[in-house]
């Protein structure tokens, strides 16, 4: 089985980016499915269905998002069980954080969870996931860590180390280079990185989100225009035993010079 994994889209020039790149990234890996995390696809952050339909066009076949998951208040969106928001949400919370794939010769369970520290006080990532692993009846498992701090997300990684088939970290927008395999099974990175404008400050808008960081008051952010960058993450993996065998980052960048 190949997988590859999107970072956080930005805004409508992340999702663009994502749309021109993802379809010809499929073809050149000979990818089987993808995921994406879409929790700030649309313009002013979060998820819409106008978003969440622009990233399937493009090829996703699961949506996993994050704290901003419910930001636009559009709950109905939930109902579809291949857009996901973190499982450690309270019970009651709309949608769902699991989504199991059956495609024929293999399965496929992704799961979506957020870190707490420096986060929302959600319930605990690690008791959730041991709960949700008892349920899950297939050995092929892909878990979008989203979460603040790189200790969590290191932590998270070791202690599913054995139990899944990756662990992959999002939400800071920043693509890490700590791909490795623990133990020999569990393909970890602790970022995928993002889809979204190149020239900015994490796809905000460079001018507004230095403002903020100079003067320390409320700004209202808008995302950054393209050229854009596009970070993912390649995964294969053996569908009869759930082992990652190959993790490979995916750094594209569109020319900045504009002349």
């Not at 994502?18 to 499915?33: C, I, M």
């Not at 291949?82 to 949400?89: C, D, K, S, W």
């Given at each position: ?144 860590f989203h979460a603040e701090a790189t200790a969590e997300k290191r932590a998270m990684g070791w202690y599913l180390a054995g139990k899944v088939s990756a662990v992959i ?91």
């Amino acid at each position: 089985m190949k997988l590859l994994m999107f970072g956080d889209v930005v805004g409508e020039c992340g999702t663009q980016c994502f749309r021109k790149f993802a379809p010809k990234l499929k073809r050149e890996y000979g990818a089987d499915l993808i995921v994406v995390n879409g929790e700030n696809s649309a313009a002013g952050n979060g998820i819409t269905e106008q978003s969440s339909q622009m990233l399937f066009s493009g090829g996703a076949d699961v949506i996993t998002t994050g704290n901003h998951c419910f930001r636009r208040r559009c709950d109905r969106i939930f109902s579809n069980e291949r857009i996901l928001r973190p499982a450690n949400y309270p019970e009651g919370a709309p949608g769902s954080g699991v989504c199991l794939l059956d495609c024929g010769r293999f399965s496929l369970a992704v799961i979506n969870l957020m870190g707490t520290a420096f986060m929302e006080p959600l319930d605990n990532p690690f008791f959730v996931i041991d709960r949700l692993l008892d349920e899950i009846d297939t050995p092929n498992i892909l878990v979008d860590f989203h979460a603040e701090a790189t200790a969590e997300k290191r932590a998270m990684g070791w202690y599913l180390a054995g139990k899944v088939s990756a662990v992959i970290g999002t939400h800071t927008h920043v693509q890490t280079a700590d791909e490795e395999i623990l133990i020999g099974k569990t393909g970890y990175l602790s970022d995928a990185g993002m889809c979204g404008g190149a020239e900015s400050v994490l796809g905000v808008n460079v001018r507004q989100a230095v403002e903020k960081q100079r003067f320390h008051r409320p700004v209202q952010f808008t995302e950054a225009e393209g050229p854009c960058i596009l970070n993912a993450v390649f995964l294969e993996i053996d569908s009869e035993s759930g082992i990652c065998t190959k993790i490979e980052r995916i750094f594209i960048r569109e020319s900045t010079n504009s002349g």
